[in-house]
C-alpha cells in the first residue's frame, strides 16, 4: 500500500480539520453552545460525510476516506455524531436498503460486538451509541436468519449518558420491539460483519490518533504560556521529554491507524479486521499515556471541569473500549495467531 494522500485525501484531509477547527469547541463552555453545535452538524451534513459509506454495492468512498474525517473530528473534539451514523449506513448498504436518517447501531452492553435480537422486542438493555444529542433514538440490530442475519431496527425515547461530553450514549431497556427493515436484497454474513467491524476498528483508531493530537496540541500551547520561577515550564527539560514521548506515541499511533483504513477496503474480511485489532491495541494504549501527559503539564488546572483536557480523556476513553479495548484485541489476536483462548493453551 501507498500510505501518502492522493491529491482529493490531501484536500479531504485540509479542509475536514479546517471546518472542524472552526466550528468544534475550544472550550469546555462551548459545549453548551446549541447554536454552534447545530452549525458544526449542519457543516458535516452539507459535506457529504455521513454519506461516504452509502452506495449500491460498493461504498462511495474508502475506509481511507471515512478515517481521516475521524480523525480530524477526534482532533477537535467535534461534537457531532459521525462514526454513529457512518457505521450503520454501511450495514444497511450490505443487505441493499438506504440507511435511515439519523439510525445508529446498537451494542451490547460491553461496547464490543452489536446487539443480536432474535425476538419481536430486546431482551436485555442495549446501547445506541454515538447517536444525534436529541430526539428519540433509532438503532439498528442484527436478527439472525438462517446461517446469516437480517437488519431489524428499535426505537424509542432513551436517556442520553456516557463520559464522553462529545458523544451520546443511549441506553435501550429490555421490552423495546424490534421491526424488521423493509427491502433487504440479501443477509449479512459473517465475513460482512468481519468487514464492518474493521471499519469500526479504522474509525475509533483514527478518532484516538486524531484527539491525541489534539490533546498534545492544547498542551504545547499551555506550556509556552504558563510560567514558573519566572520562565514558561515549556523551558523545563522534565516537560519537554513528556511532550516529546507523547509526540513519538502519536506519530507511531498515526501510522499503524494507516494500515486498517486501507485494509477495510482492500484486504480479506478477516485480515482487515485483524489488521485493525492491531492498529486499536496500540492506539488505546497510546491515548492513555498522551492523555495522562496532558493532564499532568495541566498541574492542578489539568484536573479541573474548565479545562479542556479532560474532555479529550473522556472521549478517548469512549472510543478505546468501542469495538474491544487493548485487551481485547490483544486476546483476540492472541487467538487467532496462535490459536490460545482467554490465555490458556
Given at each position: 500500500?501507498?500510505?501518502?494522500d492522493t491529491?482529493?485525501?490531501?484536500?479531504?484531509r485540509?479542509?475536514?480539520?479546517?471546518?472542524?477547527?472552526?466550528?468544534g469547541p475550544r472550550r469546555v463552555?462551548?459545549l453548551?453552545?446549541r447554536a454552534r453545535s447545530?452549525?458544526?452538524a449542519g457543516a458535516?451534513?452539507g459535506?457529504?460525510w455521513?454519506?461516504?459509506?452509502h452506495g449500491?454495492g460498493?461504498?462511495?468512498?474508502?475506509?481511507?476516506?471515512?478515517?481521516?474525517i475521524?480523525?480530524?473530528?477526534?482532533?477537535?473534539?467535534a461534537d457531532?455524531p459521525?462514526?454513529?451514523?457512518?457505521?450503520?449506513?454501511?450495514?444497511?448498504?450490505?443487505v441493499g436498503v438506504?440507511p435511515?436518517d439519523g439510525a445508529?447501531?446498537?451494542?451490547?452492553?460491553?461496547?464490543?460486538?452489536?446487539?443480536?435480537?432474535?425476538?419481536?422486542?430486546?431482551?436485555?438493555?442495549?446501547?445506541?451509541?454515538d447517536?444525534?444529542a436529541r430526539?428519540?433514538?433509532?438503532a439498528y440490530?442484527?436478527?439472525?436468519?438462517?446461517d446469516?442475519?437480517h437488519l431489524?431496527?428499535?426505537?424509542t425515547?432513551?436517556a442520553?449518558?456516557g463520559?464522553?461530553l462529545?458523544?451520546?450514549?443511549?441506553?435501550?431497556?429490555a421490552?423495546?420491539?424490534v421491526v424488521r427493515?423493509?427491502g433487504?436484497s440479501r443477509?449479512?454474513?459473517?465475513d460482512?460483519l468481519d468487514?464492518?467491524t474493521?471499519?469500526?476498528l479504522a474509525?475509533?483508531?483514527?478518532?484516538i490518533?486524531g484527539?491525541m493530537?489534539g490533546?498534545?496540541?492544547?498542551?504545547v500551547?499551555y506550556a509556552q504560556e504558563?510560567?514558573?520561577?519566572?520562565?514558561?515550564?515549556?523551558?523545563f527539560q522534565?516537560?519537554?521529554?513528556?511532550?516529546?514521548?507523547?509526540r513519538?506515541l502519536?506519530e507511531?499511533a498515526?501510522s499503524a491507524?494507516?494500515?486498517?483504513?486501507?485494509?477495510?477496503?482492500?484486504?480479506?474480511?478477516?485480515e482487515?479486521?485483524?489488521a485493525?485489532?492491531v492498529?486499536?491495541a496500540?492506539?488505546a494504549?497510546?491515548?492513555?499515556?498522551v492523555?495522562?501527559?496532558?493532564i499532568?503539564v495541566?498541574g492542578g488546572i489539568?484536573n479541573?471541569?474548565?479545562c479542556i483536557?479532560h474532555?479529550?480523556?473522556?472521549r478517548?476513553?469512549l472510543s478505546?473500549?468501542?469495538?474491544?479495548d487493548?485487551?481485547?484485541?490483544?486476546?483476540q489476536?492472541?487467538?487467532?495467531r496462535?490459536g490460545?483462548?482467554?490465555?490458556?493453551?
Open positions: 500500500m501507498d500510505t501518502r491529491p482529493e485525501q490531501a484536500e479531504l485540509r479542509t475536514a480539520r479546517r471546518l472542524a477547527r472552526e466550528l463552555a462551548d453548551a453552545d447545530e452549525r458544526l458535516v451534513r459535506a457529504g455521513l454519506e461516504l459509506r449500491d460498493d461504498p462511495l468512498a474508502s475506509g481511507v476516506e471515512a478515517a481521516i475521524a480523525d480530524a473530528l477526534g482532533e477537535a473534539v457531532v459521525f462514526a454513529g451514523p457512518m457505521l450503520a449506513a454501511d450495514l444497511a448498504r450490505r438506504q435511515r445508529v447501531v446498537a451494542f451490547a452492553p460491553d461496547l464490543i460486538e452489536p446487539a443480536v435480537v432474535s425476538g419481536a422486542a430486546t431482551d436485555t438493555p442495549i446501547l445506541a451509541v447517536h444525534a430526539g428519540p433514538v433509532a440490530v442484527l436478527a439472525p436468519e438462517g446469516g442475519y431489524a431496527v428499535v426505537e425515547d432513551a442520553r449518558d463520559a464522553d462529545t458523544r451520546t450514549i443511549c441506553s435501550l431497556p421490552g423495546v420491539p427493515v423493509p433487504q443477509r449479512l454474513t459473517r460482512d468487514a464492518w474493521a471499519l469500526g474509525l475509533t483508531s483514527a478518532d490518533v484527539l493530537r490533546v498534545l496540541d492544547v498542551s500551547g504558563r510560567k514558573q520561577y519566572g520562565v514558561a515550564i515549556g523551558s522534565a516537560v519537554q521529554h513528556l511532550l516529546a514521548e507523547a513519538c502519536i507511531a498515526f491507524a494507516l494500515y486498517p483504513a486501507w485494509a477495510v477496503d482492500a484486504l480479506a474480511p478477516d482487515a479486521r485483524a485493525g485489532r492498529a486499536k496500540y492506539c494504549r497510546a491515548a492513555r499515556t492523555c495522562e501527559t496532558a499532568q495541566h489539568g479541573t471541569w474548565d483536557v474532555v479529550y480523556l473522556r478517548a476513553l478505546s473500549r468501542w469495538f474491544g487493548d485487551g481485547e484485541q490483544l486476546r489476536l492472541e487467538q487467532i496462535l490460545v483462548a482467554h490465555g490458556l493453551s
